[in-house]
C-alpha cells in the first residue's frame, strides 16, 4: 500500500532538504510552523521517525537527536561546546581489521568526530 504525501510530510521535508544545519525536531516545527501555522510538535516527531524508519532521513543521536536529509556518505563533527554538526567530506577508512574479525558483512560506516569548533575555540582562547 502506498503511503499519502501530506502537505505536512512534503514541507517537513522540503525544510530538511534545504538546510546544512542537521536541525533538532524543535528547530523543524519552529521553521514549518511558518508556514503551516497548525503543525503540531507531535506531528512533526511522528514524520520524523517515520523518514528515519523509511531510510529518507538519518538521525544523529546525542544529547538532542538532529536530522539530516543527506544521504550521501559522508561523516560529522560535533562540537562539545555548542553542539553544532558540521559535515565532514567522506574519506576512505581502512576497514581491513574488521573485515578480517569475521563480525559479519560491513554495509556502511558512520563517523562522528568529537571537539571543539573554530567559533567557540576563538572563544576560549579570548
Known amino acids: 500500500m502506498l503511503e499519502r ?7 517537513i521535508l522540503d525544510y530538511l532538504r534545504s538546510t546544512q544545519t542537521h536541525p533538532s525536531a524543535e528547530e523543524i516545527f519552529k521553521a514549518v510552523k511558518k508556514k503551516l501555522p497548525r503543525v503540531s510538535l ?10 528515519v524508519k523509511k531510510d529518507i532521513i ?12 543527506d544521504l550521501t556518505g559522508h561523516h560529522h563533527f560535533i562540537c562539545k561546546k555548542c553542539n553544532r554538526i558540521f559535515d565532514l567530506a567522506s574519506f576512505e577508512i581502512n ?3 574488521l ?5 559479519g558483512s560491513i554495509k556502511e560506516c558512520k563517523l562522528f568526530v568529537y571537539g571543539v569548533c573554530k567559533k567557540c575555540n576563538k572563544r576560549i582562547n579570548l
Open 58 to 69: 538519518q538521525e544523529i543521536s546525542g544529547e538532542i537527536k538532529h536530522f539530516d536529509a
Open 95 to 97: 576497514l581491513s581489521y
Open 5 to 11: 504525501v501530506t502537505s505536512q510530510k512534503q514541507i
Open 99 to 103: 573485515k578480517n574479525k569475521s563480525i
Open 42 to 51: 507531535g506531528t512533526i516527531y511522528r514524520n520524523l521517525d517515520n523518514f
